[in-house]
């Protein structure tokens, strides 16, 4: 798996959180990174922190209430600065314990789930943001590497066998169900892991967007490890 250097064109870096929400997406670029290599000790504050679902959203008052080192103090001010860089911006992030998400197995020739390749849609102009601070992080992928499944003909005939209303309809049906947002990569597609303690905006699908919209996935959670993921 390809690291976020050996990319040619569909990521920027940038060196600060201006330049990250200022800088314009534009030709293959629909992600943007501001690299950071942080100090700090995220695997203590994961480990203090109390999970009570599979996924428990940690609010502020929740890290200012445990008891830390000095590394750990150091990453809770990281994460509490991002968090206030986001909400400032005019954003609503989210900081989540994570053990892994709800799966999507219903049909075996498609999954809808955040483990599946696919971008995100919104009916407004926005962003997606996240950052990894402890456990396994998410992948991109070029969108010249992966295919929308819904134009894949096997997978199409299988899904107009689920439908049974007017042909007119019928791509209001995959929108619905958003079947349309998953994507197929390519046998020799290289996906780009994000890594750990970069925070990353991605493009999203929405009517004013100028480029094609991030193909990302969640990755498959290490065992016995949680992810602590900041995202908006």
């Given at each position: 798996?390809?690291?976020?250097?050996?990319?040619?064109?569909?990521?920027?870096?940038?060196?600060?959180?201006?330049?990250?929400?200022?800088?314009?997406?534009?030709?293959?670029?629909?992600?943007?990174?501001?690299?950071?290599n942080?100090?700090g000790?995220?695997?203590?504050?994961?480990?203090?922190?109390?999970?009570?679902?599979?996924?428990?959203?940690?609010?502020?008052?929740?890290?200012?209430?445990?008891?830390?080192?000095?590394?750990?103090?150091?990453?809770?001010?990281?994460?509490?600065?991002?968090?206030?860089?986001?909400t400032?911006?005019?954003?609503?992030?989210?900081?989540?314990l994570?053990?892994?998400?709800?799966?999507?197995?219903?049909?075996?020739?498609?999954?809808?789930?955040?483990?599946s390749?696919?971008?995100?849609?919104?009916?407004?102009?926005?962003?997606?943001?996240?950052?990894?601070?402890?456990?396994?992080?998410?992948?991109?992928?070029?969108?010249s590497?992966?295919?929308?499944?819904?134009l894949?003909?096997?997978?199409?005939?299988?899904?107009?066998?689920?439908?049974?209303?007017p042909?007119?309809?019928?791509?209001?049906?995959?929108?619905?169900?958003?079947?349309?947002l998953?994507?197929q990569?390519?046998?020799?597609?290289?996906?780009?892991?994000?890594g750990?303690g970069?925070?990353?905006?991605?493009?999203?699908?929405?009517?004013?967007?100028?480029?094609?919209?991030?193909?990302?996935?969640?990755?498959?959670?290490?065992?016995?490890?949680y992810?602590?993921?900041?995202?908006?």
């Amino acid at each position: 798996m390809n690291n976020i250097f050996s990319d040619g064109g569909q990521i920027g870096i940038v060196s600060n959180f201006s330049d990250l929400v200022q800088t314009n997406f534009k030709g293959e670029m629909n992600a943007l990174c501001w690299h950071r290599n942080l100090d700090g000790d995220f695997n203590e504050i994961a480990a203090k922190l109390s999970l009570k679902e599979n996924i428990t959203e940690v609010f502020p008052e929740d890290l200012i209430a445990l008891q830390l080192s000095e590394k750990g103090s150091i990453a809770r001010e990281i994460i509490l600065n991002d968090l206030q860089l986001l909400t400032d911006f005019g954003a609503s992030p989210s900081l989540n314990l994570l053990k892994c998400y709800e799966r999507d197995d219903e049909f075996d020739f498609i999954s809808t789930d955040v483990y599946s390749f696919h971008v995100d849609r919104s009916p407004i102009a926005t962003d997606t943001f996240l950052c990894t601070y402890h456990g396994a992080a998410s992948d991109i992928i070029a969108n010249s590497q992966a295919a929308q499944k819904i134009l894949i003909p096997e997978i199409r005939a299988k899904l107009k066998g689920l439908y049974d209303g007017p042909e007119e309809e019928f791509e209001n049906f995959l929108k619905e169900n958003y079947f349309d947002l998953h994507y197929q990569v390519h046998q020799d597609a290289e996906p780009i892991n994000l890594g750990l303690g970069h925070l990353w905006r991605l493009a999203v699908d929405h009517p004013k967007q100028q480029v094609l919209p991030c193909i990302h996935r969640a990755p498959i959670e290490n065992e016995g490890e949680y992810r602590l993921l900041l995202i908006c």
